[in-house]
Structure formats: C-alpha cells, structure tokens
C-alpha cells in the first residue's frame, strides 16, 4: 500500500492544521490506519489511529482533545484534524497503514504497521 499524506505546513500556535493520508493499491476491509511523528532529536512516537468498520479511534494523551482522526471509507483516505497546536507539535508527522485491525494493546506501537507514509512537515510557531 503506498501512503501519500498531505496538509503540513507552518502554523501559529492556538490555530489548526488537517492532515491527509490517502492510500492506493490493495488496501483490506479490516485496516487499521494512524499517524505517528517524530520532532527533532527524539523518537518517533504515536499520535492517533482509527480502526476500520466502526468508531474506534486512539490518541496518544499529549493530543487528546485537541486532535481529531477521522476516515473516509470510499476515498481509502485518513484525516487528522489538528486544533489549539502548540510549539511541541512541531514534528514530521506520518501516516501509517496496517492490513489488519490492530489489538488494542499494540495501537501505540511502531511494529504493528507494514506501510509508512514519506512524512509532512508540520511546525507551530509561538
């Protein structure tokens, strides 16, 4: 599957960004997609996913609330809305793919995606 994300860019802090991820090739029914990133001289770390056939999304506790991931099924394409950014959101942010619904417990985890996205730059100015 290959992951195209869009939607970075510069932002002030207090405002909002939308990200984008669309995937094409074989996607599967029974997906699980996210968003993971990494800032500058740390690691790569999860922020959101969603699961396929129903309502289930996970965030990662430094965005909830102010983050929001969503899907649009008959597009393969994923969304996070991005409100009330901070500094600390500053971040190559990638969108991740799995063939799967991925277990609750491993939602978080780097390994449970085969597909990485190249990556969108997001950086919130103070």
């Known amino acids: 599957v290959q992951l195209q994300a869009s939607g970075g860019g510069l932002a002030r802090a207090g405002t909002s960004l939308r990200l984008s991820c669309a995937a094409s090739?074989?996607?599967?029914?029974?997906?699980?997609m996210g968003w993971f990133r990494q800032a500058p001289g740390k690691e790569r770390e999860f922020v959101a996913a969603?699961?396929?056939?129903?309502?289930?999304?996970h965030y990662a506790d430094p965005v909830k609330g102010r983050f929001t991931i969503s899907r649009d099924n008959a597009k393969n394409t994923v969304y996070l809305q991005m409100n009330s950014l901070k500094p600390e959101d500053t971040a190559v942010y990638y969108c991740v793919y799995a063939p799967r619904r991925v277990i609750l417990s491993a939602i978080p985890s780097r390994t449970s995606y085969d597909d990485w996205g190249q990556g969108t730059l997001v950086t919130v100015s103070s």
């Open positions: 969603i699961r396929c056939c129903g309502s289930s999304t």
């Open positions: 090739g074989r996607t599967f029914n029974g997906y699980t």
